[in-house]
Every structure is written in C-alpha cells, then in structure tokens.
C-alpha cells in the first residue's frame, strides 16, 4: 500500500495563479481532511470529506475549493493565489476520529 | 484559549534521559492521538487513546479522562527521538473525522 500519497512536494506560484494540490489514498478511508501548518499555529482544517461526494468547511475555508468524486481522491483548489497561503499543506485520511490518523508527506507551497 | 495545550512548548534533553511532554484539553473527547513530526518531513501516528495507558518500545502514552489531561513519556531518549511531538483530540459529538490539534512540543535530545 502507498498509503497517502500526496503532489506536488513543493510549488512556487505567483499572486492570483490558481493550482491544485492532489491527495490520494488507496486505505478505502471514508474519512480525508486538508489541513495547513504554519509556524507557531499548529494544524489548521481547511476542508474536510466524510465520503464521497459529501464535503464541508473546516476553520480555514476561504481561499480554497474542494471536491470528492472517488473515495481515494481529494483534491485542494488554490483559486487566486495570495502570499497568505504560503504554508505547509497536509492531507489525512482515517476510519474516523477514533482512529489511527494518516498522513501524506506534505506539500511545501511558496506564493510570491 | 486554545483547546488543546502543550507543554512544554521546547524542550532540550540530554541522551538516556526520561523525557515528560504534556497535554491538557479543555473539550469533551472520543479519543486522544499522540503525533511525531521529525524536521522537514511528515506526520506520524505514535498513539491513539481512549482511556488508561499504551506502551509501544520506548515510548508511553497515558491519558486522565476526568482530569483532561495525557501524557506521553520517552523512556532511554536518544538522538532520533528529536522531533516535533503533537497531541490532538477528536472532540466528542464533532465531525467524525475531524481533529482539534496542540501547537506541538520540539524536543531536542543531545548525544
């Protein structure tokens, strides 16, 4: 098993550029979450999806898109690049709450 | 106030030390996840707790329910332990998936 799998590693955008960092997991998780970690704030939700084709705002929602067509995809949308996105982006997946918690390796993003 | 807290925030240990890293939360809770986070890489799961104590080589985890409190202990620390450590809860009665997460305790254990 891969596990979470997680790319780009790292991204350089401009102000106002949109992307999309991908999420992959192949552990039938029903649970995926996007989560950002910046110095001195801990992991912070983003959004988060309890299956597929159910997603909900997390604690820091504005900014970012997601979608959940397949239970192995979650992918996160960059709309308009602002260099306050700048952080590290980690994907989890899991059984629930009350279960072991995967990560993927992260994606270092920079937005000049 | 944060709903989870950490402490000590930094800690610094010298080789075969017994090292205490503590964590207090203010929300009901299903379970409780000790994380590791060595530099520059990923987020591994060191512990899921629900009640009482885990034990996995070197490392302890207990947690007090009425106290809201868990603590995770390293027994014979050594060099590779260093990294960040971070307790998080998943909130009874919240999202199924979703976890509440401290801002993490760095321990550096010198040879």
């Known amino acids: 098993n891969a596990g979470v799998t997680q790319t780009p590693k790292f991204q350089v955008l401009k102000t106002g550029q949109s992307m999309t960092l991908q999420c992959a997991q192949d552990?039938?998780?029903?649970?995926m979450s996007w989560y950002r970690q910046d110095p001195g704030m801990g992991l912070r939700l983003i959004h988060y999806?309890?299956?597929?084709?159910?997603?909900d705002q997390g604690e820091v929602p504005n900014g970012y898109n997601v979608s959940r067509s397949t239970t192995e995809d979650f992918p996160l949308r960059l709309l308009s690049a602002a260099p306050s996105q700048t952080s590290v982006y980690f994907c989890?997946?899991?059984?629930?709450?009350?279960?072991?918690?995967?990560f993927g390796p992260g994606t270092r993003l920079t937005v000049l | 106030k944060n709903e989870v807290e950490q402490s000590p925030q930094n800690l610094t240990a010298q080789e075969g030390e017994f090292i205490t890293i503590n964590c207090s939360y203010s929300?009901?809770?299903?379970?409780l996840h000790w994380l590791q986070q060595h530099p520059g890489g990923g987020i591994v799961s060191l512990f899921m707790l629900s009640s009482g104590k885990k034990k996995h080589g070197r490392l302890i985890a207990t947690i007090n329910i009425q106290e809201k409190h868990s603590s995770l202990h390293i027994t014979a620390s050594h060099p590779r332990d260093s990294a960040v450590y971070i307790c998080a809860v998943h909130h009874y009665g919240g999202s199924q998936g979703n976890l509440i997460f401290g801002k993490g305790t760095k321990l550096s254990v010198k040879p």
């Open positions: 999806s309890v299956g597929a084709g159910i997603t």
């Open positions: 929300v009901g809770i299903s379970a």
């Open positions: 989890a997946s899991s059984y629930g709450g009350i279960y072991e918690q995967f």
């Open positions: 552990m039938n998780h029903e649970y």
